[in-house]
């Protein structure tokens, strides 16, 4: 085996993202048998082939459809990890095509349907440009499987709005579970960014505790900072501390301080924990109402 095809071979792989689609380079044919019986490559899917191991890497994953069909969409859990959802787990990069085509892959499942241009963004992989469903689009489409966590995590990243995600339901309207989606994002209303804070928001909801925003921003002394659940008038902050709050010690000292600023501003802080949501939720309603009392019998006095 020359020397200069494996070169050639390895710079692309490099451009192409991990791997290489063996109609665009025929003169490598016989390289490309030899490393494959050695198992020096693996097929990814027919004709695209990638180095040994390819399987843990989503680039390559990506890759590897954009060189197999220019049309195909990545939706679902792999089109999260690669827009806005870096940490979510998936087995399976979920495709989509308009036309039927054989798929003989075990890391790799097609399904046949049609994604509205509009909801389509396209990322780079090398020099590779693959095709991957909106952050809006697929946040609604995961929820009717894994509920209300990937509305929170795309409103928490900032990649899409509840505007956004409901023209995406919208577009793919008549899908199945699309009614259980509808009522996620109405319980979605005020911006939840995390499970615990939708738990909480729902406690308040049904105690008819009114006069709150969710993730409100509130500026102070030139710092922005955002509040998990805001009384603006009566200057309160609810702060909640999600199930993984203390392992994030970059999201622990960053809240500590926010909770300093707003006590130096003069505004009341109350901090809850996941379980005091779960097991003591009618503690937490009592406490946002003696909150509430004491910052209004204060704003009282300051108006005399």
Not at 181 to 190: A, G
Request: charged share 30%; hydrophobic share 45%; proline share 3%.
């Amino acid at each position: 085996m020359r020397t200069i095809h494996r070169e050639r071979l390895a710079q692309l792989l490099a451009e192409g993202g991990g791997v290489v689609r063996r109609s665009e380079h025929p003169e490598l044919g016989p390289v490309l048998d030899r490393l494959l019986r050695t198992k020096e490559l693996t097929t990814v899917l027919l004709g695209i082939y990638a180095p040994a191991g390819f399987c843990a890497d989503l680039a390559a994953r990506m890759a590897a459809v954009a060189a197999w069909n220019a049309d195909a969409v990545v939706v679902g859990r792999a089109a999260a990890a690669a827009t806005y959802w870096p940490d979510i787990r998936f087995d399976r990069v979920d495709i989509v095509l308009r036309v039927a085509r054989k798929l003989r892959s075990m890391d790799f499942r097609l399904h046949r349907r049609t994604i509205p241009v509009d909801w389509i963004r396209e990322l780079r992989v090398g020099t590779r440009t693959v095709r991957v469903s909106a952050p809006a689009l697929t946040a609604v489409e995961l929820a009717a499987e894994l509920g209300g966590e990937p509305i929170d995590t795309v409103l928490r990243t900032r990649q899409a709005t509840l505007d956004d995600m409901r023209s995406a339901l919208d577009a793919v309207s008549g899908s199945r579970g699309n009614g259980a989606r509808r009522r996620l994002l109405w319980e979605s209303r005020d911006t939840p960014w995390a499970e615990s804070e939708r738990l909480a928001h729902q406690l308040l909801r049904d105690a008819a505790i009114l006069g709150w925003t969710g993730n409100e921003k509130v500026v102070i002394n030139g710092h922005t900072y955002f509040v998990d659940i805001c009384f603006l008038r009566l200057k309160i902050a609810v702060e909640i501390d999600g199930r993984d709050h203390q392992r994030d010690i970059t999201t622990f000292v960053r809240d500590r301080e926010r909770q300093n600023a707003l006590v130096l501003a003069g505004w009341i802080v109350l901090r809850f924990t996941w379980q005091d949501l779960d097991r003591h939720p009618q503690r937490f309603v009592a406490q946002v109402r003696a909150a509430i009392e004491t910052a209004s019998r204060a704003t009282a006095v300051n108006k005399r």
